[in-house]
C-alpha cells in the first residue's frame, strides 16, 4: 500500500471503541427486577422489561433500546445502535443498578415479558460478538445485519461508503503525480545532488503537506456515488431508526437530494423517536421539489433572509457583499460555482445555494437543512468588492529550520515569513512574530492578514487594525485584502475577548506562583499553525 493510501485511510478511519462480548450466562445469583429504574438526582431511566429487553430514556433524546444479558451480579446492556456494550452492577437485592456514576433505583416495578427468543446464529443472539465484529465486517455481512434490526451495522455500512468517498477527495487533493511528494534528488544517492539535511528537511515539508491535505479534505462533505445513495435510502425507508436515518439525510442533502434527506428526516423523527431530527424536518414540511429547485447564483442577495434552523438564523445582506449576522458583526459574501459564500472563522465558509423561488438553503454543515426566505421586498444593494489575494506560494523548502525560514522571509519568500511568524507564536512571542505577518498581508496574502488579527487578540497592539487601515486607504480602491479583513473583524469584541484572557491567564499564573506549580511545557511542534487557546482559528 502506498504512502498515500495509508494516509488516506487513517484519515478516513475513527478509533475503534473497545466492546464487551457477551458470554453465556452463569447461574443466578440474585434475581433482576423487571420495571422503571430511577437515576438518583437525575431525570434518566433504564427501563427493564424482559429478561433480555429494556431501554435507557434521556430527557430530550430518542430511547435507547437494549439487549440484556444477566452474569451474576453484572449487567451486561448492548446497545445495537450505538454499537456498544455498557456494564452494570446490580445491587441491593437487584433493586438497584449501578451504571458509571449514577445509582438507578427500583421505582415502579412491573411483570416481565418473556424473553425474546433470537434466531440462532443471528446478529442478536450473540449481539457482545456481533457488536465488536461490526468495525471489521465488509458489506455483504452488515446488511443482513442490519435488516435483521441492529442498526450499528446500518452505520456502519453507511460509514463503509463514506470513508470510500472521502480517501477519493483526499487521494485527488493531495495528488498522486504532486512533484512536491516526489522523492527529490536530494535522497537519491547516486543523484550526484544528495545531501542527508537537505533531504530531511524536503521530507519534512512533504508529509506535513501532506497531512495538512488529509486535514483539510477529511473535514469536506464528500458526496457519496448515485448508487451508494440508493442504497442506504432503501436501508432507512425499510429499516427507520432514528440515529441511522439521520445520517442518511445527512449525505442526502449533501449530496443535494434535499427532499429524500427531508423524508429520511421525518422517519427518524416518526418512527425512530429522535427530537433532532423532528426539529431539522419540521420548517421543510410541505415544500416541493419546485420550491427546493436549485439555480445558479448571479449576484449577491439584498435584504434579510430568516430561517427557523441552522447556525444563523438571519441573515442581512447589504452593500459591498457585507452580511451583517447577529451577535457576530459583520462577515463578507462572495460568489463562487454559483453558490453564495460566506467567509468565516471557523475553518472553512458558510455556504447558501439560491432557489428559483428566490429562497436560499445552507449546504454547509453548519446550517445544513436551513431554509432561508427573504424578509420584506428586496433591497438595492452596491455591487460586490472583488478584493486582490495573493496566494501564499510554497516558495521555502528550507522553512523547516530556523534559520531556513528566517532566510527566505529576507530574501522576500513568504512562506519563510509564514513559518517564522509561526514559530514565535507557538512559542508565545505573539509582538515578535507581528512583522513576520505583517510583510504578508502588505503584500495582499490573506493569510497574513488574518493571523495579525490573531495577534492582536493576544497583544491588544492597537497599531495591528491601524495598519490595515493604513493599507487600505493606500490602495485607494479598496481592494486590498487588508480592506476586507479589517471591515469583518469586530475589533471592539476582540479586545474585550482578548483582556479577558490576558487576565485570566494573570490570575493563573499568581496562583501557580502561589502554589509553586511549575508548567515548562512548550509548543508540541514548529511548524504547528499559531492559534488561540479559545476554541476558534488562528494561524495558517
Known amino acids: 500500500m502506498s504512502l498515500i493510501r495509508v494516509l488516506a485511510t487513517l484519515a478516513g478511519l475513527a478509533a475503534p471503541v473497545a466492546l464487551l462480548s457477551a458470554a453465556p450466562a452463569s447461574a443466578p445469583s440474585i434475581t433482576l427486577q423487571c420495571g422503571t429504574y430511577q437515576a438518583d438526582d437525575n431525570p434518566t431511566r433504564i427501563v427493564i422489561e424482559s429478561p433480555n429487553q429494556g431501554y435507557r430514556q434521556m430527557p430530550g433524546s430518542a430511547r435507547e433500546p437494549y439487549l440484556l444479558r444477566r452474569l451474576g451480579k453484572q449487567l451486561k446492556m448492548a446497545d445495537p445502535d450505538a454499537g456498544v456494550v455498557l456494564e452494570a452492577d446490580i445491587t441491593d437485592g437487584g433493586r438497584s443498578l449501578e451504571a458509571g456514576y449514577l445509582t438507578y433505583r427500583l421505582s415502579e416495578p412491573a411483570r416481565c415479558k418473556p424473553p425474546v427468543q433470537f434466531p440462532e446464529n443471528s446478529c442478536r443472539a450473540s449481539i457482545g460478538t456481533c457488536l465488536d465484529d461490526i468495525r471489521m465486517a465488509d458489506r455483504d455481512v452488515l446488511r443482513p445485519w442490519c435488516a435483521e434490526g441492529v442498526p450499528a451495522a446500518c452505520k456502519a455500512l453507511l460509514s463503509s461508503y463514506e470513508t470510500e468517498a472521502r480517501e477519493a477527495v483526499t487521494r485527488e487533493d493531495i495528488g498522486e503525480e504532486d512533484p512536491d511528494l516526489q522523492e527529490p534528488a536530494s535522497c537519491k544517492p547516486n543523484s550526484g545532488q544528495y545531501d542527508a539535511e537537505a533531504c530531511k528537511e524536503a521530507a519534512s515539508m512533504a508529509m506535513a503537506k501532506a497531512f495538512a491535505s488529509i486535514l483539510l479534505s477529511s473535514q469536506k462533505p464528500a458526496p457519496l456515488p448515485a448508487a451508494a445513495l440508493d442504497d442506504v435510502t432503501a436501508l432507512c425507508r425499510a429499516y427507520p431508526a432514528g440515529t441511522f436515518c439521520q445520517d442518511v439525510a445527512q449525505a442526502l442533502w449533501t449530496a443535494g437530494r434535499w427532499l429524500p434527506a427531508r423524508d429520511a428526516l421525518q422517519l427518524a423523527c416518526t418512527k425512530g423517536g429522535n427530537p433532532d431530527s423532528c426539529t431539522a424536518a419540521a420548517p421543510l414540511q410541505g415544500l416541493t421539489a419546485a420550491d427546493m429547485r436549485p439555480v445558479a447564483a448571479t449576484s449577491l442577495p439584498c435584504g434579510q433572509y430568516t430561517a427557523a434552523t441552522g447556525l444563523m438564523d438571519s441573515l442581512a445582506f447589504g452593500d459591498g457583499g457585507l452580511v451583517q449576522i447577529p451577535l457576530s458583526g459583520q462577515l463578507r459574501a462572495r460568489l463562487e460555482d454559483g453558490q453564495i459564500r460566506i467567509r468565516h472563522d471557523k475553518g472553512d465558509d458558510f455556504v447558501l445555494q439560491p432557489l428559483a423561488n428566490g429562497s436560499l438553503i445552507g449546504v454547509d454543515t453548519w446550517n445544513r437543512y436551513a431554509y432561508y426566505t427573504r424578509e420584506g421586498a428586496a433591497g438595492q444593494c452596491a455591487a460586490s468588492v472583488v478584493f486582490v489575494e495573493v496566494p501564499l506560494t510554497q516558495d521555502c523548502p528550507t522553512g523547516g529550520s530556523e534559520r531556513g525560514a528566517q532566510a527566505c522571509c529576507d530574501a522576500g519568500r513568504l512562506q519563510g515569513c509564514n513559518a517564522m511568524g509561526h514559530r514565535l507564536a507557538l512559542g508565545d512571542r505573539?509582538?515578535?512574530?507581528?512583522?513576520?505577518?505583517?510583510?504578508?498581508?502588505?503584500?495582499?496574502?490573506?493569510?497574513?492578514?488574518?493571523?495579525?488579527?490573531?495577534?492582536?487578540?493576544?497583544?491588544?497592539?492597537?497599531?495591528?487594525?491601524?495598519?490595515?487601515?493604513?493599507?487600505?486607504?493606500?490602495?485607494?480602491?479598496?481592494?486590498?485584502?487588508?480592506?476586507?479583513?479589517?471591515?469583518?473583524?469586530?475589533?471592539?469584541?476582540?479586545?474585550?475577548?482578548?483582556?479577558?484572557?490576558?487576565?485570566?491567564?494573570?490570575?493563573?499564573?499568581?496562583?501557580?506562583?502561589?502554589?509553586?506549580?511549575?508548567?515548562?511545557?512548550?509548543?508540541?511542534?514548529?511548524?504547528?499553525?499559531?492559534?488561540?487557546?479559545?476554541?476558534?482559528?488562528?494561524?495558517?
Request: charge should be negative.
Open 430 to 540: 505573539w509582538a515578535e512574530a507581528a512583522p513576520y505577518y505583517q510583510k504578508m498581508c502588505t503584500a495582499g496574502v490573506r493569510e497574513g492578514c488574518e493571523n495579525l488579527v490573531t495577534v492582536y487578540e493576544h497583544t491588544g497592539d492597537e497599531a495591528i487594525p491601524e495598519s490595515m487601515q493604513a493599507l487600505c486607504a493606500r490602495d485607494g480602491k479598496g481592494t486590498h485584502v487588508a480592506c476586507d479583513v479589517h471591515a469583518t473583524r469586530n475589533w471592539a469584541m476582540l479586545q474585550l475577548s482578548g483582556n479577558l484572557e490576558r487576565m485570566a491567564d494573570r490570575l493563573s499564573r499568581e496562583e501557580d506562583e502561589d502554589t509553586g506549580s511549575d508548567d515548562t511545557a512548550g509548543p508540541a511542534a514548529d511548524n504547528a499553525p499559531a492559534s488561540s487557546n479559545r476554541n476558534r482559528k488562528g494561524g495558517r
